[in-house]
């Protein structure tokens, strides 16, 4: 795989990953391995530790319980490259993504899903206790003394108060990008009767992702989106939204979708490549269908809600 893949592989690690270690000592380890937060309108980076703890800490921090984390998602924003020689995917199926999304730069639910659904859902991926064992963000806000709320950010939740007791619930903290692929074959599975297009939905997958290079995307067409640009393929939402992928030597593997979305344009599920959580936009039987589903950690949100 490219370097660039190395590369963002060992910073997601080193950035999401809490270790026990003072927070002042992570957030400066995480501010040197990543790019940094860039600030809405292209402003300047934080690069000191006490401006990514602050961050870490959360603005919006309740100052009489200590216990209400930010609720601003963070993002780490690439360049996405230019593909001169790629077909695009047609205007008659992208034109309506790109005129409904709100600026990149908002932050806003609403600039990962396009924002002219009723209702919207936040679906967290999950936290792991071991390989293939997930372990809610409800579970880890209770040992850690803090409060759950819909735009709840892992770095918050996971960081013990001085209310914490017991083991630490979890060994390795939710997966970026996209959801678990159990989850999110139970998700596509719940969102099908909510299209009357089930059989031709399309699949988008991240450009940046190391393991597109050697997936099974022949044909694919380019999306290219405020910074962010997806390969995209037609597919149907009950036979799997997953490509394989071989590396030299044998390896395989399965790529996920970070966007997804039927034909008829009844729903959009969408994660970001950054980002520990998946959006979901729908009619409000959809979401509701969504949230009460016990298999999944849910909660509503609103297209201006804060995402990135």
Request: charged share 20%; net charge negative.
């Amino acid at each position: 795989m490219g370097l660039d893949w190395l590369l963002w592989s060992g910073r997601e690690e080193s950035s999401r990953h809490y270790t026990g270690e003072d927070p002042e000592r992570v957030s400066d380890s995480w501010t040197a391995a990543s790019d940094g937060l860039t600030k809405s309108g292209g402003g300047s980076s934080p690069r000191n530790a006490s401006g990514v703890i602050e961050l870490l800490r959360g603005a919006s921090l309740d100052e009489q319980h200590g216990r209400w984390d930010n609720s601003q998602m963070k993002i780490h924003r690439h360049r996405r490259a230019t593909h001169a020689n790629r077909p695009a995917l047609g205007a008659e199926n992208s034109a309506w993504i790109k005129d409904g999304r709100l600026f990149f730069s908002s932050g806003a639910v609403g600039s990962l899903v396009p924002a002219v659904f009723e209702a919207y859902a936040r679906v967290l991926h999950p936290a792991w206790v071991a390989q293939d064992v997930p372990v809610r963000w409800d579970i880890v806000s209770r040992w850690s003394g803090r409060v759950m709320h819909p735009l709840a950010q892992w770095e918050n939740i996971s960081l013990p108060t001085d209310t914490a007791h017991g083991p630490v619930p979890f060994v390795q903290p939710p997966r970026l990008g996209a959801l678990p692929k159990q989850q999110l074959v139970m998700l596509c599975e719940l969102l099908a009767p909510y299209t009357k297009t089930a059989d031709l939905c399309y699949a988008g997958y991240w450009d940046g992702d190391g393991s597109v290079q050697f997936a099974d995307l022949d044909g694919a067409l380019e999306l290219a989106l405020e910074e962010r640009t997806f390969l995209v393929r037609s597919c149907s939402i009950r036979t799997g939204v997953d490509v394989a992928w071989r590396l030299p030597g044998g390896i395989v593997g399965s790529l996920l979708p970070t966007l997804i979305w039927p034909s008829d344009r009844a729903w959009f599920v969408a994660t970001d490549p950054d980002q520990d959580s998946t959006l979901v936009g729908g009619s409000a039987a959809l979401v509701a269908a969504v949230l009460d589903d016990p298999s999944m950690e849910t909660w509503p949100v609103a297209a201006n809600d804060l995402a990135l």
